[in-house]
C-alpha cells in the first residue's frame, strides 16, 4: 500500500503542468502572511553572530513573479530575501540596509 501511496505522489508531480520553479514558488506564496522562528543548532563557528539569537522569516510580500521575506536574527532586522521568477528560473537574492553595504 506505501509502494502504491508512493507512486501515485510521483505521477501527480510529474503530471502536473507547471515547472517545479512554478510549483516551489507557489506553494511558497501559499505561506505568504506567515512567520517561521528558529535558532541556530550547530553554528558554523565558534564566534557565529547567529548563535543564541533568535531566527525569523516572514513571507510578507507575494506576487506572480516575486516573494519578499525579512529575515530577522536577534533585534537586528538584517536583510530581506528576495525570489523572483525569471525566464531562466528562481532568482535568489537579498536586500540589505545601506549602512551593512558601507562597512563591507
Known sequence: MKLLTL??????????TQSYEDQFLNHLKSLCGKTFNGTVVS???ENDPFTG???????AICSDTELRMPFQVGEYKSR??????TNKGLLFS???????????
Open 43 to 45: 553554528p558554523l563557528k
Open 7 to 16: 507512486i501515485f505522489v510521483f505521477l501527480s508531480f510529474s503530471c502536473s
Open 80 to 85: 530581506t530575501w528576495i525570489l523572483t521568477k
Open 53 to 59: 539569537k533568535e531566527l525569523r522569516f516572514t513571507v
Open 94 to 104: 537579498r536586500s540589505l540596509p545601506s549602512h551593512f553595504l558601507s562597512q563591507q
